[in-house]
């Protein structure tokens, strides 16, 4: 037993100094270095360049040293910390959540009122009230002076204790969901096959099974030998470099959106492993929401007002919302029998219902996650939210992390994003039912809850993939290892959320926020406060955008019942909520095509034996390309600092 408490505790530190880097490195990389952004994506490219490593590192000492290295638990057990890190800074929670917290006092001016309209409304206890601390903080620390942490210690306790419930809650979503989605549906996970591969070599053997395959450094050379050609431009801007596009953007006509032709070959091989009626419909939908806001162009509709963080036409946002809403539904219904052994239980303690392999015990599922859901509540009643706003808005939380969570564990997206955030479904649904201070409170919220580009919930399910890995080798109580991974997910997650939030300050008293934070701390923290001041000024909900909700979960109640009703049907339902006219998709669009039609040749030709002889090449794709990322944010580390070249990130 000790020499296995050894391996335990050497790959917990190990898991944990990852956590702290790349929370380190994810800022620094994005506000100083200006290079590639380290924890933008579903699967970031810190974890895959620094795991990866590790990975090569550890055979190669097993291999030419005969040291005892890092098994097969302990490596899923690294990558699982890693993961859920990398999705709190930056884009993820911290970094934006201390921009929102303390834009209202700074960016108060006579000009935009805010002082009246906006932080009349916010408990003390929310934000930081140091005007000083927060002047120094946008605008650099004097010389002599030290850094204020008491402005802000206070603020970021509550926020941090939101922001834990809320990990929480979405940890005992994703436990309960855990059998569901990966023994009963048996969902593809596409994000987890190469950590897949990297965490369980072959059986007497310390590499990764693709290393031995042509295929895969045909693959890797692809992607790797386009992005090192135009890091010589770096040097010598004179040299011609490839181009990542194929061709102009196609444009279908007049007021149509364009199709990018850009090529990102890391989808490209994650796609692969989709499948062919998911990643057909991913982009058949996107195509199809083009054309429908091209119409919506030509013809001259619009809706009043904008919705941010929904860059297309605003009805297919909506619309596209009333399709995840639909799609949550549906899932649930699907595993409604799964869901009914949980409660049964937790509730009635059922002898014949096996809860000891899971993630969490049913009944902390229930019981833990109810409390969790009650503090929250209460947390955003005390922060200003009437009880209507603070029920819809949980509610519509909750399903977009419930559907974006499925849709990219079916769909194998790299990069995506909700259609619309909750706090745009609240403020329009509710109109003036949602109070000012509601609104300002939910202005507030935006710091833990805007874009989705990455987040808790998906890493945590990605997790719940790979504890398959662990669970008999890492045992640390009466051979319950998956009950403990919720506890190294949720302290990796706390962990994080501190040291990000530590660095975010630092870097502001020592840079000055202002100066280097570009979106995030310019325009991008004021937003959240003048959509809740366009919202307040509503006189009635929205009928106009519900209509599209209505109209949207309607056409994918539809879709559905096709999916299930018809075997011949060719459009799986999960296209409609993510395949919309919006960022990030018109850019991704055309690599997620290119590789539905590699695999729809393959499978044609060559059936599912060459579909397998063929995966390596896409690992290579994978792999291949973040190799190159990531040693290009090594060169801007060493040679351009500050004038870095971001090749990843969208």
């Given at each position: 037993m000790k020499p296995r408490a050894a391996m335990t505790a050497r790959a917990f530190l190990i898991g944990l100094g990852l956590v702290v880097l790349i929370n380190i490195g994810a800022p620094y990389s994005m506000f100083i270095l200006k290079s590639s952004q380290w924890?933008?994506?579903?699967?970031?490219?810190?974890?895959?360049?620094?795991?990866?490593?590790?990975?090569?590192?550890?055979?190669?000492?097993?291999?030419?040293?005969?040291?005892?290295?890092?098994?097969?638990?302990?490596?899923?057990?690294?990558?699982?910390?890693?993961?859920?890190?990398?999705?709190i800074p930056t884009w993820g929670t911290s970094t934006y959540m201390i921009a929102v917290v303390a834009a209202p006092q700074y960016f108060a001016s006579p000009e935009n009122q805010w002082q009246s309209k906006v932080v009349q409304y916010i408990e003390e206890w929310l934000v930081p009230n140091d005007a000083i601390a927060l002047k120094w903080f946008y605008n650099g620390l004097p010389a002599g002076e030290s850094i204020p942490w008491g402005a802000w210690i206070g603020p970021l306790f509550w926020w941090t204790s939101l922001v834990m419930a809320i990990f929480f809650l979405c940890q005992c979503m994703v436990a309960a969901l855990r059998k569901q989605w990966v023994e009963y549906e048996r969902l593809p996970f596409a994000l987890m096959e190469l950590p897949q591969q990297l965490i369980a070599p072959?059986?007497?053997?310390?590499?990764?099974?693709?290393?031995?395959?042509?295929?895969?450094?045909?693959?890797?050379?692809?992607?790797?030998?386009?992005?090192?050609?135009?890091?010589?431009?770096?040097?010598?801007?004179?040299?011609?470099?490839?181009?990542?596009?194929?061709?102009?953007?196609?444009?279908?006509?007049?007021?149509?959106?364009?199709?990018?032709?850009?090529?990102?070959?890391?989808?490209?091989?994650?796609?692969?492993?989709?499948?062919?009626?998911?990643?057909?419909?991913?982009?058949?939908?996107?195509?199809?929401?083009?054309?429908?806001?091209?119409?919506?162009?030509?013809?001259?509709?619009?809706?009043?007002?904008?919705?941010?963080?929904?860059?297309?036409?605003?009805?297919?946002?909506?619309?596209?919302?009333g399709a995840l809403i639909a799609l949550v539904v549906g899932l649930l219904w699907m595993a409604r029998g799964h869901l009914g052994a949980i409660w049964r239980k937790a509730v009635h303690n059922d002898a014949d219902i096996d809860d000891t392999d899971e993630l969490m015990s049913y009944r902390m599922i229930v019981f833990g996650g109810g409390l969790a859901l009650l503090y929250i509540a209460f947390w955003m009643w005390r922060a200003g939210m009437n009880p209507p706003t603070v029920a819809l808005f949980i509610l519509a939380t909750l399903v977009l992390y419930v559907g974006i969570t499925r849709i990219i564990m079916e769909g194998g997206l790299l990069f995506s994003?909700?259609?619309?955030?909750?706090?745009?479904?609240?403020?329009?649904?509710?109109?003036?039912?949602?109070?000012?201070?509601?609104?300002?409170?939910?202005?507030?919220?935006?710091?833990?809850?805007?874009?989705?580009?990455?987040?808790?919930?998906?890493?945590?399910?990605?997790?719940?993939?790979?504890?398959?890995?662990?669970?008999?080798?890492?045992?640390?109580?009466?051979?319950?290892?998956?009950?403990?991974?919720?506890?190294?997910?949720?302290?990796?997650?706390l962990v994080a959320l501190v040291v990000s939030m530590a660095f975010a300050l630092y870097m502001g008293y020592s840079f000055g926020a202002y100066n280097y934070g570009g979106w995030?701390?310019?325009?991008?923290?004021?937003?959240?406060?003048?959509?809740?001041?366009?919202?307040?000024?509503?006189?009635?909900?929205?009928?106009?955008?519900?209509?599209?909700?209505?109209?949207?979960?309607?056409?994918?109640?539809?879709?559905?019942?096709?999916?299930?009703?018809?075997?011949?049907?060719?459009?799986?339902?999960?296209?409609?909520?993510?395949?919309?006219?919006?960022?990030?998709?018109?850019?991704?669009?055309?690599?997620?095509?290119?590789?539905?039609?590699?695999?729809?040749?393959?499978?044609?030709?060559?059936?599912?034996?060459?579909?397998?002889?063929?995966?390596?090449?896409?690992?290579?794709?994978?792999?291949g390309y973040f190799t190159a990322i990531g040693l290009s944010f090594c060169i801007d580390m060493i040679w351009f600092p500050g004038q870095g070249h971001p090749l990843y990130g969208n």
């Amino acid at each position: 037993m000790k020499p296995r408490a050894a391996m335990t505790a050497r790959a917990f530190l190990i898991g944990l100094g990852l956590v702290v880097l790349i929370n380190i490195g994810a800022p620094y990389s994005m506000f100083i270095l200006k290079s590639s952004q380290w924890a933008i994506s579903y699967l970031p490219l810190s974890v895959v360049f620094l795991f990866t490593g590790l990975v090569f590192l550890n055979a190669t000492a097993k291999s030419l040293l005969k040291v005892r290295g890092l098994g097969t638990s302990e490596l899923g057990l690294i990558f699982m910390m890693s993961l859920v890190g990398a999705s709190i800074p930056t884009w993820g929670t911290s970094t934006y959540m201390i921009a929102v917290v303390a834009a209202p006092q700074y960016f108060a001016s006579p000009e935009n009122q805010w002082q009246s309209k906006v932080v009349q409304y916010i408990e003390e206890w929310l934000v930081p009230n140091d005007a000083i601390a927060l002047k120094w903080f946008y605008n650099g620390l004097p010389a002599g002076e030290s850094i204020p942490w008491g402005a802000w210690i206070g603020p970021l306790f509550w926020w941090t204790s939101l922001v834990m419930a809320i990990f929480f809650l979405c940890q005992c979503m994703v436990a309960a969901l855990r059998k569901q989605w990966v023994e009963y549906e048996r969902l593809p996970f596409a994000l987890m096959e190469l950590p897949q591969q990297l965490i369980a070599p072959p059986q007497g053997s310390n590499w990764p099974s693709f290393v031995r395959q042509k295929a895969f450094w045909f693959g890797f050379a692809l992607p790797f030998c386009m992005v090192m050609w135009n890091v010589v431009t770096y040097f010598t801007p004179a040299f011609p470099p490839i181009p990542r596009d194929l061709s102009d953007p196609i444009r279908i006509g007049r007021e149509f959106p364009a199709i990018n032709t850009n090529i990102n070959w890391a989808i490209v091989g994650f796609t692969y492993f989709v499948n062919l009626d998911v990643s057909f419909s991913m982009w058949f939908f996107t195509v199809l929401t083009m054309l429908q806001q091209g119409l919506f162009n030509r013809f001259g509709y619009t809706i009043a007002g904008r919705d941010v963080y929904t860059l297309g036409h605003p009805g297919i946002g909506w619309q596209s919302f009333g399709a995840l809403i639909a799609l949550v539904v549906g899932l649930l219904w699907m595993a409604r029998g799964h869901l009914g052994a949980i409660w049964r239980k937790a509730v009635h303690n059922d002898a014949d219902i096996d809860d000891t392999d899971e993630l969490m015990s049913y009944r902390m599922i229930v019981f833990g996650g109810g409390l969790a859901l009650l503090y929250i509540a209460f947390w955003m009643w005390r922060a200003g939210m009437n009880p209507p706003t603070v029920a819809l808005f949980i509610l519509a939380t909750l399903v977009l992390y419930v559907g974006i969570t499925r849709i990219i564990m079916e769909g194998g997206l790299l990069f995506s994003r909700a259609p619309l955030v909750g706090q745009t479904f609240v403020g329009y649904a509710l109109g003036p039912h949602a109070t000012a201070q509601s609104n300002i409170a939910m202005g507030l919220s935006y710091g833990w809850h805007h874009e989705l580009k990455g987040f808790f919930m998906v890493a945590a399910a990605n997790s719940a993939k790979v504890s398959g890995y662990i669970r008999g080798n890492l045992r640390l109580s009466s051979g319950r290892s998956r009950r403990y991974l919720s506890f190294f997910i949720l302290l990796s997650a706390l962990v994080a959320l501190v040291v990000s939030m530590a660095f975010a300050l630092y870097m502001g008293y020592s840079f000055g926020a202002y100066n280097y934070g570009g979106w995030i701390f310019g325009t991008g923290s004021q937003v959240p406060y003048v959509e809740s001041l366009r919202k307040i000024d509503l006189k009635a909900p929205d009928w106009t955008r519900l209509g599209h909700l209505v109209s949207g979960a309607g056409a994918m109640g539809l879709l559905t019942f096709m999916r299930y009703r018809f075997s011949w049907w060719p459009l799986h339902p999960i296209g409609m909520p993510v395949g919309i006219c919006s960022y990030p998709m018109t850019i991704i669009v055309f690599s997620i095509f290119v590789s539905w039609l590699a695999k729809w040749a393959i499978m044609r030709s060559g059936g599912i034996g060459l579909y397998h002889r063929a995966q390596p090449f896409f690992i290579g794709l994978i792999l291949g390309y973040f190799t190159a990322i990531g040693l290009s944010f090594c060169i801007d580390m060493i040679w351009f600092p500050g004038q870095g070249h971001p090749l990843y990130g969208n």
